[in-house]
């Protein structure tokens, strides 16, 4: 039953997902229907740039819960993105860098909290279960990434991947659209600061230690918790807690700096267990540490909020109200340094026990700044790793849209 859309949508940019209207301030939620395997969303909240959505009625919604009571599996459909540029300028006063390269949009992960959701509405998709089983490829990254990095105007600035993604989620295991980029820019010596929550990283220890010999790389691990069961619900498909200890491990004797960030941390869920993520990070080779709290911006707190009562409905309204605590009585506030530190009694003392602990650890708060002084525009021509044709990412066919993607499995489905 497809979504109402606009008339000039282009066509494939709708979720197909059955909806249950339930009222939320005046405001219609699109509801998947029943339990969803292996995802952190189970819903689909309404776009907000689509004033016309889809109603359904209870009854449907209790006969498709009942032809699947074990959960259904949505498969990841993958898309390509023909984007022209790959380096993208972040114009944000808290945030510590200036340039970002994002080999993909969407994360199959599926953390249930991830503040880069929002950025799917803009494709007339949701930011729910859309989010994290539709992803979009850029197959061309490598290819634009060269041509933006030896143009004269380019000065070896450093540069985050991934700002909205994380570079290392399950499809780069086959696209290998990232390791195509981290070529390019080690042989032209490009500083980069990766984030992830994948072991997938590992990988591309060869390419790492290469830019290592010149400080233009660094790793940070997102580790939320040490509780697999918790990190099963809340990042469903990233790696384990123990895999990304394992990772900090690898990277940092094999002479990559790495360090930790735990974000986000979550009042009353995961800030108590601050001092033990820290000491296991710093035991496993992590140099520096960071944290960011909890962001929901926009229709994010109904999908957190969601995810709360369904998975631990005892502690939901306690959860939310410490929540609200660290933003002024308000589920997200968007202020600048607020947004990432948020406010009052319960935040400084997340601060406090955050600081305090590191600084015991050994761990730096900030970690030693990437250095530019060995960029090489135009490269070794090849000499060090080959050209970026001998690792290219994996071809696609045309493009096939989403309302027409066939796949039935929960394997990624490679679609133009």
């Known amino acids: ?206 390419l790492l230690r290469e830019l290592a010999r010149f400080d233009a790389v660094r790793v940070a691990v997102s580790l939320t918790t040490l509780d697999n069961d918790l990190a099963s619900k809340m990042e469903p498909r990233a790696g384990s807690p123990r895999e990304r200890l394992e990772t900090i491990r690898r990277l940092s004797e094999s002479g990559i700096p790495v360090g930790v960030m735990t974000a986000p941390i979550i009042p009353g869920l995961n800030d108590h267990e601050i001092p033990a993520l820290l000491e296991a990070a710093r035991h496993a080779g992590a140099r520096h540490a960071a944290y960011v709290m909890l962001r929901l911006p926009f229709q994010i707190k109904d999908l957190f909020l969601e995810w709360l009562g369904r998975h631990m409905p005892a502690r939901a309204a306690k959860i939310e109200s410490l929540v609200r605590d660290t933003r002024g009585g308000e589920l997200y506030d968007a202020r600048p340094f607020v947004r990432m530190k948020g406010q009052g009694p319960y935040a400084e003392q997340i601060q406090a026990t955050f600081e305090v602990f590191a600084r015991n650890l050994g761990l730096a708060r900030r970690p030693k700044p990437l250095s530019s002084a060995s960029f090489m525009p135009g490269g070794s021509g090849g000499s060090l790793f080959g050209s970026v044709a001998s690792e290219a990412p994996s071809p696609t066919p045309p493009v096939t849209p989403p309302d027409q993607a066939a796949g039935h499995d929960d394997q990624p489905t490679l679609l133009g």
């Open 1 to 206: 039953m497809p979504r109402h859309t606009q008339p000039d949508t282009p066509p494939g940019q709708g979720s197909q997902e059955p909806a249950d209207p339930r009222p939320s301030d005046g405001v219609l939620d699109a509801l998947t229907v029943g339990k969803i395997r292996g995802r952190g969303a189970a819903i689909n909240p309404p776009n907000r740039f689509e004033p016309i959505r889809l109603e359904v009625l209870g009854e449907h919604l209790d006969r498709r819960a009942a032809e699947a009571p074990g959960g259904t599996q949505v498969p990841t459909r993958v898309f390509e993105d023909d984007s022209r540029t790959i380096i993208n300028k972040v114009d944000s006063e808290d945030i510590p860098f200036a340039w970002t390269v994002n080999p993909y949009r969407g994360c199959e992960h599926g953390c249930v909290y991830c503040y880069a959701r929002p950025g799917h509405e803009y494709f007339g998709l949701s930011l729910g279960v859309d989010f994290e089983t539709k992803i979009f490829a850029k197959p061309k990254a490598a290819e634009r990434l060269r041509q933006e990095l030896d143009h004269p105007r380019w000065r070896g600035e450093p540069v985050v991947m991934s700002g909205v993604t994380d570079p290392y989620q399950p499809v780069e295991r086959d696209l290998k659209i990232t390791r195509s980029c981290l070529r390019v820019m080690a042989d032209r010596r490009q500083p980069v600061a990766i984030v992830t929550k994948s072991g997938l990283v590992t990988r591309d220890i060869d």
